[in-house]
T-cell receptor, first 115, second 113 residues
Framework: AQKITQTQPGMFVQEKEAVTLDCTYD???????LFWYKQPSSGEMIFLIY??????QNATEGRYSLNFQKARKSANLVISASQLGDSAMYFC????????????FGKGTRLHILP | NAGVTQTPKFRVLKTGQSMTLLCAQD?????MYWYRQDPGMGLRLIHY???????AKGEVPDGYNVSRLKKQNFLLGLESAAPSQTSVYFC????????????FGPGTRLTVT
């Protein structure tokens, strides 16, 4: 069975510092995708970044990067130079090449950026 | 291109009432999903569909039914609402395959009194 674990329910980080949000996963699939979404207080789900299981390089999108360690089954999100607008809930998700192609989410990490 | 839309945005029901939530997408996606979000629980999959005319149960399907009569629409029904179904409901759609992100609707906030 697939599983996503986010061990940090909440984090407080000083503005302009880098922050790492942890995500570990479990799957028996060889082919899968890992995703991070941001949910601000307004409630919408915003796609941030994606990493494929066969990608050899870590994904990057602007200030976001994904620290992918396949052997450890971890896919941590790194936000560089954090901003007040980064305060939000962050979800890690995984999608496997299952017959039913379910997508599962972690319980999320609430990030607070302090001025 | 509206993406994924959900109707209604807010609803208050009395226990025992029924209602249908509508999700529509204009991206020709095969896969559609219904999630509920509760504090501290993340997003939990209720039902999903991998194509027109097909549906399947997710993690928390009890008390809900779904239909996918048209490719672009995915309906979530509550036959007899209970207070435990008070939640925010999100619909999402995506392409076939593990390498595509989901596109989410704006959510529906449902309160059952």
């Amino acid at each position: 069975a697939q599983k996503i674990t986010q061990t940090q329910p909440g984090m407080f980080v000083q503005e302009k510092e880098a922050v790492t949000l942890d995500c570990t996963y479990d799957t028996s699939d060889q082919s899968y995708g890992l995703f991070w979404y941001k949910q601000p207080s307004s409630g919408e789900m915003i796609f941030l970044i994606y990493q494929g299981s066969y990608d050899e390089q870590n994904a990057t999108e602007g200030r976001y990067s994904l620290n992918f360690q396949k052997a450890r089954k971890s896919a941590n999100l790194v936000i560089s130079a954090s901003q007040l607008g980064d305060s939000a809930m962050y979800f890690c998700a995984m999608r496997g090449l299952h017959r039913d192609d379910k997508i599962i989410f972690g319980k999320g990490t609430r990030l607070h950026i302090l001025p | 291109n509206a993406g994924v839309t959900q109707t209604p945005k807010f609803r208050v029901l009395k226990t025992g009432q029924s209602m249908t939530l509508l999700c529509a997408q204009d991206m020709n996606h095969e896969y559609m999903y219904w999630y509920r979000q509760d504090p501290g629980m993340g997003l939990r999959l209720i039902h999903y569909s991998v194509g027109e005319g097909t549906t399947a149960k997710g993690e928390v399907p009890d008390g809900y039914n779904v239909s996918r009569l048209k490719k672009q629409n995915f309906l979530l029904g509550l036959e007899s609402a209970a207070p435990s179904q008070t939640s925010v409901y999100f619909c999402a759609s995506t392409e076939r395959g593990p390498f595509y992100e989901q596109y989410f609707g704006p959510g529906t906030r449902l309160t059952v009194t």
